[in-house]
């Protein structure tokens, strides 16, 4: 299984929104894509603005490459959701999980 990690910057008041877009946008698109597992959404304040962070669980390079496309480190950010940040990432970093517990 692959992770693939990606984070932004927003204000307060518009992380919500991201929030909403995500669950709105995001996942209905991710939960199409063959190879796609599942998907974190995190944040925390720092400062005056909130750090997101989402990691996204594939079974393979090749399952991102069905959502990324070729350049697998590119970040896939909707304009619409470029708009609610002050800065984000655009490159994203993938990791092999080596342990992922699972509750029964």
Known sequence: MVARYWSARARRDTAPQYAEHFN?????VLQKVD???TATLLQRE???SIEIVV???????????????DDL???VVAPEA????SDYDR????YDVLVKDVPS
């Open 73 to 75: 480190e590119i970040s």
């Open 55 to 69: 990691i996204t669980y594939w079974r393979s390079l090749d399952a991102i490459r069905g959502f990324a496309g």
């Open 91 to 94: 490159r994203v970093r993938h």
């Open 35 to 37: 190879g796609y597992v």
């Open 82 to 85: 470029t708009a609610l940040f």
């Open 24 to 28: 709105r946008h995001v996942l209905p």
């Open 46 to 48: 720092v400062g005056h």
